[in-house]
């Protein structure tokens, strides 16, 4: 079974900026694509970022762009999502996901499909 695991949540305040990782263990992910998805309170869970572990490609939501920037560090099996210029609106739990031999587009609309799951990180922005 494929583990993952987020770290990198907490306060900051509206501007600033925070690094989440995943640590990634159990299988190995050169096949799958990677995805950051959030989820706000009372509100579904959103798509955010994704990245093929392979060839290291990039999608990102259109309101994440400028903003977060997704990346993998393949000799520590771990995936970043650098947020800057943090928002209130950013205030959600953020989860880290992983889909086997996905196009990365295809991540964008998987916001419950996704084969592996991590227990989410929080992320609160204060304006």
């Known amino acids: 079974q494929v583990q993952l695991v987020e770290s990198g949540g907490g306060l900051v305040q509206a501007g600033g900026s925070l690094r989440l990782s995943c640590a990634v263990s159990g299988r190995t992910f050169s096949n799958y694509a990677m995805g950051w998805f959030r989820q706000a309170p009372g509100k579904e869970r959103e798509f955010v970022a994704a990245i093929s572990w392979s060839g290291g490609s990039t999608y990102y939501a259109d309101s994440m762009k400028g903003r977060f920037t997704i990346s993998r560090d393949s000799a520590k099996n771990t995936v970043y999502l650098q947020m800057n210029s943090l928002k209130p609106e950013d205030t959600a739990v953020y989860y880290c996901?992983?889909?086997?031999?996905?196009?990365?587009?295809?991540?964008?609309?998987?916001?419950?499909?996704?084969?592996?799951w991590g227990k989410g990180t929080l992320v609160t922005v204060s304006s």
């Open positions: 996901a992983a889909e086997w031999a996905a196009p990365l587009a295809a991540i964008a609309t998987m916001t419950d499909a996704m084969d592996y």
